[in-house]
């Protein structure tokens, strides 16, 4: 095969391959992308059925468990709260007044079942959504994130 | 005075880097400058060896007038832990990582094989550039050496997730990859600047490539074991961004591994394996950034302040820039290509580059586009697993497929029917396995992905055998006395086969279970009953647990504890789970806490069974030890090609 011939074929594989992911990339991200909302904004922006995620403090007091081993607790930026119930073990980190980030499908009017929950990591981080969201809310106690 | 002198021998090791940064670049072929250049980088790197030292020093006698002391470390710590908290904060890890640069440039500066001088001395000095813009980065916006003032009496502790002997080696190990990478970097730029390759650089690319992607693929595995045994959630790997900033820089280090095999045996390829190189460093610095800078959401991430984000933004600007900027300019002049068709060893290790590079492109958008939308809309989103199972799974599953054929593909021009003959009872065994996983798990993409891990496992069984047999009878002799390169890519095959069946395996058939037990209480679960002893109360070192204690019965029978701690430091419990491994599968428990209010006295259990998991673990074990090996053949060959009358022919 000549040099020119080869370079071509390289040049339109190499498209092929390009394009293929560019179209997967489009399609997978309109259908896997996780919005996540603060208690106060998730009645007003999530669709029904949607997958999101919020983000809030663990407010004091709420964390029980229910007859089934469900962690049930309510998450809040101050001005609204969201119960939610989780089926698993918390994250290390998970505790009355941290931040939270809780994964899950919105269902309007029902407890937020989650199933990934996701607390700060160590002693001074905290998920940034949660910071971003404690802030517009005029919440945040700390440094910067 | 320690840390004082530590940031002294710091700021010669950069005068030292920028010496030879200078010196090599203009030392063309002048022999003095070229020694000074060499001398420089020997300076830099004995500075910086005392520099690390020092700082370990000052972890050992927790001097916590020193910031980064106090921040991570404690008295109590067992000293193995005094000495990882060196490296396990970000202040340290910087000062290793300009620690292994500097490392690599001495090492470059002894070994250079037979290269012309001009390509020698300007890799080295580009390798002086990458060490010195790392420390001015590590001395003026992290420095390890900052003194506290007032000096407090106790320090706050190394996280205590982080107390672990795989994580103590995992930083280190990555950032010999990461920093691995630097030298192909160098020696690329050199390239360029020189306008030409030659056989020897070809040569001499080769183990600092196979060096540093042996060093990822050991350091990724570590990160990967360490998350599954110790934050207690029972997965391994959670395409988290922390994650991603390493598996990037690894997939692109596997495609340059292969490209420069071509360059180096076939003389083509060149400007393509220059390329590599050049984003190879460039995602291992952006893995370095992601990390390091706090710009991401993640369990992982620090929190840091936003000046040193920028910082490491620009040299990734500045290494990619120039790269990239020298690439478009001198590339054309590089071409010494010999011809090949499609269908040949070179076509299909194209194709492996094409599929790896469009896969880190995946990960690169996964990654990043959450950034860029909060960036430009203001609106935070998160892109998880279904992203990556659809978008990045296809091009690896296509180098997989071609994985097994390439190795038995002529050079040059192949016969794909003679290729293909010794891959029948591949194919065979392959779509066997596909059936019999969807008859029996009825999941379709776990029977295609676990169908292609056979194929890998007996694909690389099939070119041993065929190796073997080339030019005589198969004798054990001659099976032994294969060449280590042979072993090596056995190996390294063998363990992407391992692992993907593995990896499927386990994603696909995990079961896992939360169970309220009260002590005594059992529970059937994975064909085992597990039953709850008791919850005691245990002293550690610098811990208090308390620890559950099982028995498990059936198809195993054995006592298993795990263990839920509170640090004497301070912080939240964390977990100890308990792995119980058998042949096939890890039973593994995690302890809750303890229930409230009706039940009290009960604990939660997390149960959970992960089949294969041991697969996923040894896979990628046998890769890295494929490279591993692969650095013995090349040692080998070496030494060999210093005795011709000796030398083997090569495979």
Redesign the interface.
């Known amino acids: 095969m000549r040099k020119r011939d080869a370079r071509l074929i390289f040049i339109l594989v190499a498209g092929a391959l390009v394009a293929l992911a560019a179209t997967l990339i489009l399609f997978a991200l309109r259908d896997s992308v996780v919005y996540f909302y603060a208690p106060s904004e998730l009645a007003q922006k999530a669709k029904a059925g949607e997958r999101v995620r919020i983000g809030g403090l663990v407010a004091a007091g709420s964390v029980s468990r229910d007859g089934a081993g469900h962690l049930l607790f309510t998450v809040t930026d101050g001005a609204n709260d969201i119960p939610v119930s989780y089926d698993g073990q918390p994250p290390d980190l998970f505790r009355e007044g941290q931040g939270i980030v809780a994964e899950g499908r919105y269902a309007p009017g029902a407890r937020f079942a989650a199933d990934t929950l996701l607390a700060k990591h160590d002693e001074t981080y905290m998920p940034r959504e949660v910071a971003e969201a404690l802030k517009a809310r005029g919440e945040w106690k700390g440094g910067a994130p | 005075m320690i840390a004082e002198f530590g940031a002294f021998l710091a700021a010669v090791a950069l005068i030292a880097s920028l010496a030879q940064g200078a010196l090599g670049i203009y030392a063309r072929e002048d022999a003095r400058r070229a020694a000074a250049a060499k001398a420089c980088a020997e300076i830099a790197s004995v500075a910086m060896a005392g520099a690390f030292i020092l700082l370990i020093t000052l972890f050992v006698r927790s001097d916590f007038t020193v910031a980064v002391v106090f921040n991570n470390s404690h008295t109590d710590k067992p000293l193995i832990y005094k000495i990882a908290g060196a490296w396990g904060n970000h202040e340290g890890s910087m000062l290793l990582w300009c620690l292994v640069s500097a490392m690599f440039g001495l090492a470059m500066a002894h070994a250079h094989g037979n290269m012309s001088r001009g390509l020698w001395t300007r890799a080295l000095g580009v390798q002086g550039w990458v060490s010195a813009g790392a420390l001015i980065y590590t001395l003026v916006l992290s420095n390890p050496f900052a003194r506290l003032d007032p000096a407090p009496f106790q320090g706050?502790s190394l996280?205590p997730?982080l107390q672990d002997p795989a994580l103590a080696l995992h930083p280190p190990m990555l950032y010999l990859g990461y920093v691995g990478l630097s030298a192909p970097f160098s020696l690329a730029l050199a390239a360029l600047i020189e306008g030409k390759v030659d056989e020897a650089w070809a040569r001499a690319l080769r183990p600092w490539t196979l060096a540093a992607w042996t060093c990822l693929t050991f350091g990724i595995t570590l990160g990967s074991y360490w998350a599954y045994y110790e934050?207690?959630?029972g997965g391994w790997w959670f395409w988290d961004p922390v994650e991603n900033a390493s598996f990037m820089p690894w997939l692109a280090a596997t495609a340059l591994v292969h490209s420069a095999i071509v360059t180096e045996r076939r003389g083509s390829l060149a400007g393509w394996t220059i390329l590599l190189a050049i984003i190879g460093f460039s995602l291992a610095l952006l893995g370095t950034f992601l990390v390091r800078s706090?710009v991401?959401?993640?369990?992982?991430?620090?929190?840091v302040?936003?000046r040193r984000g920028v910082a490491v933004l620009v040299l990734i600007a500045l290494a990619a820039g120039s790269g990239l900027t020298l690439y478009g300019l001198r590339a054309p002049m590089l071409q010494r290509?010999t011809?090949?068709?499609?269908i040949s060893r070179e076509g299909l290790l194209?194709?492996n580059n094409?599929?790896l590079a469009?896969a880190a492109?995946?990960v690169l958008?996964?990654t990043l586009?959450p950034l860029a939308v909060e960036a430009v809309t203001g609106?935070?989103?998160?892109?998880?697993p279904?992203?990556f199972n659809?978008?990045f799974a296809?091009?690896v599953g296509a180098v997989l497929l071609a994985m097994p054929l390439a190795p038995l593909l002529a050079w040059r021009r192949g016969d794909p029917k003679q290729a293909l003959r010794p891959l029948w009872v591949a194919a065979g065994v392959a779509a066997a396995t596909f059936v019999l996983v969807l008859i029996f798990g009825r999941k379709a993409w776990a029977a295609i992905g676990i169908g292609v891990g056979a194929w890998l496992v007996m694909g690389v069984a099939s070119y041993l055998w065929v190796r073997w047999g080339r030019g005589g009878k198969r004798t054990l002799g001659r099976f032994f006395a294969l060449p280590l390169a042979v072993w090596a890519l056995t190996l390294a095959h063998l363990g992407a086969g391992v692992f993907v069946i593995g990896a499927l395996t386990e994603t696909n058939f995990r079961t896992?279970r939360?169970?309220?037990l009260n002590p005594g209480q059992t529970v059937a679960f994975a064909n085992r009953r597990v039953t709850l002893l008791e919850v005691v109360d245990v002293r550690g070192p610098n811990y208090r647990a308390a620890r559950a204690n099982f028995r498990i019965e059936g198809v195993q029978a054995r006592a298993l504890s795990a263990e839920r701690r509170v640090y004497d430091a301070?912080?939240?419990?964390?977990?100890e789970v308990g792995i119980a491994p058998s042949l096939t599968s890890d039973l593994y428990i995690?302890l809750?806490?303890p229930?409230?209010?009706a039940?009290a006295g009960a604990w939660?259990v997390?149960l959970y069974h992960n089949p294969a998991v041991h697969l996923i673990f040894g896979g990628a074990a046998l890769i890295g030890l494929g490279g591993f090996v692969g650095l013995a053949a090349l040692a080998r060959r070496k030494r060999t090609a210093l005795a011709p009358e000796a030398a083997p022919a090569q495979p």
């Open positions: 706050q996280n997730l934050l207690g959630w706090g991401l959401t993640s369990v992982h991430a620090f929190a302040d936003p290509a011809g090949f068709t499609a194209v194709l094409l599929g469009v492109g995946v958008v996964g586009y609106r935070l989103i998160s892109v998880g279904p992203f659809l978008a296809p091009f896992e939360a169970f309220e301070g912080g939240a419990p964390t977990t995690a809750g806490e229930s409230r209010g039940n939660i997390r």
